[in-house]
């Protein structure tokens, strides 16, 4: 671009200071319009039709999301008797087991979540036991990406190529978790949320109702009430499945964020868009998918991934927000919010008072567990036998 | 070479300046003394401190000049440089920490950022340069950095240490562990742009006769600049500066600072 520029420049330094300024912004504009528009034609026409197919799965997802909610809130009540005997769910221990385990069994987090909330809406569980299950929810969740690595491990991957990304993004969650939970009971226990009590409005319950009130009477008069639940609890899952298929590809290759195996960024830089692009894509593991094109060999710098995968961690409850907002259930809403809080308190406490400290002992722990197969070995058991021994407390 | 010391006369400048001397004896035919007075009680200090630097200087530098200046030190440093050319501007860091860093800032870090020219921030009492530590950033400005610390080694016959740190990660199964593994003998052999960069760096110390060798670390990269700097007991870090603009500006690290504030000994910023 310059040349163009420079070249004015030069000619104009025999004149006076005013005259040079004006051309040269002048041809600086000029210049940049040419680019952009230039830009604009090479852009491929292809990418700027909107992918009718994603969109469509999108909606469908959205749809299938709504109805599950529904279908589960009605089932709840007659499942209420068999969690009651069956699971034990009457503690914050055993129902901080109960959603970490449940969501090993159906690698996926956010399904847990919304159970939890459809129990609390029933009355099942109350606001402490499901603010620990959807914790518990969220570990599992980050144990996905562990586990998808032990594959790649078993399949004969490096141990370390497979399992970093997976144990930094389980570290950072159970280090943010943890003390968030205290944070949270603190929050729950002083009812700081009775003056914020966010609803999804008699509007919107009144549309679902018109949309969905004839599928939702036809599944609850002709299948058992334990039976509407678990279709809630299936299509749940479904719903975020197509969501993640329905995700538009992000390329965020041209952006600032190209050279994030290159250069450190600063951690707050990194938080925001962790956070933003989990909003965005309602998912950690496709938020951290994202990183992968960003970088040329698939590498990422420790300093850029660890505040990213806090970001990630704040907006990962956008989704059960919206659960909860669908249930119309202030209390419900009052737990997912007190959440958020309590997970952005102490990732905004990190990453002000310790970020190194803590940065530090993640990357300590990363390598110990990932540095030999005993380590691993025992992390693994840990992780598997600690949610088991919450559920009989 | 032309270069500017400076001195509010403290404990900590008084070693810099000795430390410059060092340099000014071996390359300088023009130094020029600059003494910062922040507050009147400390003006007699200063002007001795100048007097004892001239007289110490005199035999070996053909040109002295001595400048007295009024003011918040490191304003008054960044004026003088911004005011003349230096290829080098010596000055000493009284390392403030915690809470006082926090309330007046830190001279030294002003100092990387802002001074036009190369600035040698001395911190400890090192009395001799025998041994740097060269840090590029695998940037290609990194390589001027290396020039630098390959004529300051040329003048004093240290042996120079080009260090590069790996702080990445894999993010997914498929990425290659090879060069995030590999030593930094591999390193040099292989075609990684790390590889490429080491070589260029190491051939630039070779065209100025200086020892120099490659090494990598992997961790942190502020952790393991300034491990190696302990482990290696180096006499000087030299890096490159932190040239960011617009919003790059606001988003990376200065990672120059942090190495600025972190070590115990001298550092070398090179822009």
């Known amino acids: 671009m310059p040349s163009t520029a420079v070249s004015i420049l030069f000619t104009a330094n025999a004149r006076d200071k005013a005259e040079q300024h004006r051309r040269f912004i002048t041809v600086f504009y000029l210049r940049l319009d040419r680019e952009v528009r230039g830009g604009l034609r090479e852009l491929d026409a292809a990418s700027m039709r909107p992918n009718w197919k994603k969109i469509g799965l999108c909606l469908l997802s959205i749809a299938l999301f709504v109805l599950s909610i529904q279908l589960m809130r009605e089932g709840a009540n007659v499942v209420a008797p068999y969690v009651e005997s069956w699971l034990d769910v009457d503690n914050a221990a055993n129902s901080l087991g109960f959603g970490w385990l449940s969501s090993y069994v159906i690698l996926s987090g956010s399904p847990v979540a919304a159970v939890s909330l459809a129990l609390l809406d029933a009355g099942i569980i109350g606001q402490f036991e499901a603010l620990t299950m959807i914790s518990g929810s969220r570990l599992g969740a980050s144990f996905i990406v562990l586990f998808i690595g032990f594959v790649y491990v078993l399949r004969g991957h490096d141990r370390l190529t497979g399992l970093s990304i997976g144990l930094l993004s389980f570290i950072i969650t159970a280090s943010l978790h943890l003390p968030g939970l205290g944070i949270s009971y603190l929050m729950l226990a002083s009812n700081i949320t009775d003056s914020v009590r966010l609803q999804g409005g008699a509007a919107l319950t009144s549309v679902i109702d018109l949309v969905y009130g004839p599928v939702i009477r036809f599944v609850v008069l002709n299948t058992p009430g334990w039976m509407t639940f678990v279709i809630g609890v299936g299509l749940v899952f479904i719903s975020f499945n197509l969501l993640d298929r329905a995700l538009p590809e992000l390329n965020l290759e041209t952006t600032q964020f190209r050279g994030v195996s290159r250069v450190i960024y600063r951690p707050t830089v990194m938080f925001l868009v962790g956070l933003i692009v989990t909003a965005v894509t309602m998912s950690v593991s496709v938020s951290l998918g994202i990183l992968v094109p960003l970088s040329a060999r698939g590498y990422i710098r420790s300093e850029n991934a660890i505040p990213y995968i806090m970001g990630a961690n704040v907006s990962t409850f956008i989704d059960t927000l919206l659960v909860a907002l669908l249930l119309n259930n202030p209390l419900a809403t009052a737990v997912v919010l007190v959440q958020m809080a309590s997970i952005t308190i102490v990732s905004l406490l990190v990453l002000g008072l310790v970020y190194r400290p803590h940065e530090r002992l993640v990357l300590r722990l990363t390598s110990l567990i990932g540095g030999s197969n005993r380590n691993l070995l025992i992390f693994a058991a840990t992780i598997l036998v600690t949610p088991l021994i919450l559920m009989i407390l | ?271």
Do not use: W
């Open chain 2, 1 to 271: 070479m032309n270069m500017l010391m400076c001195t509010d006369g403290s404990r900590c400048a008084a070693e810099a300046l000795r430390l410059g001397a060092q340099i000014a004896r071996e390359a300088c035919d023009q130094v020029t003394l600059l003494g910062v007075i922040e507050s009147p009680e400390e003006e007699h200090r200063v002007v001795r401190m100048l007097e004892r630097t001239s007289n110490a200087l005199c035999e070996d530098v053909p040109h002295i000049e001595t400048l007295i200046r009024r003011g918040q030190a490191a304003e008054e440093i960044l004026k003088e440089a911004e005011e003349n050319t230096y290829d080098l501007v010596v000055a000493g860091s009284r390392g403030r920490r915690g809470f006082a860093r926090f309330l007046l800032g830190s001279t030294a870090a002003r100092l990387a950022r802002y001074c036009p020219s190369p600035v040698l921030i001395v911190k400890g009492t090192r009395r001799r340069i025998e041994k740097i530590l060269v840090y590029t950033g695998n940037a290609e400005a990194g390589e001027r950095t290396a020039e630098m610390a390959g004529r300051i080694a040329a003048l004093t016959g240290a042996s120079v240490t080009v260090l590069h740190v790996m702080s990445q990660l894999p993010l997914c199964p498929e990425a290659d562990m090879t060069d995030l593994e590999c030593s930094s003998e591999v390193l040099l052999l292989s075609d990684a742009p790390e590889g490429q960069h080491l070589r260029k760096v190491l051939q630039i110390l070779e065209r100025l006769s200086v020892q120099g060798e490659a090494k990598v670390r992997h961790g942190l990269v502020i952790d393991e600049i300034l491990a190696e700097a302990r482990d290696g007991d180096y006499d000087l870090i030299v890096t490159r500066a932190h040239v960011a603009s617009g919003l790059q500006r606001f988003m990376l690290t200065d990672t120059t600072e942090q190495i600025v504030l972190g070590s115990d000994r001298p550092v070398l910023v090179v822009r």
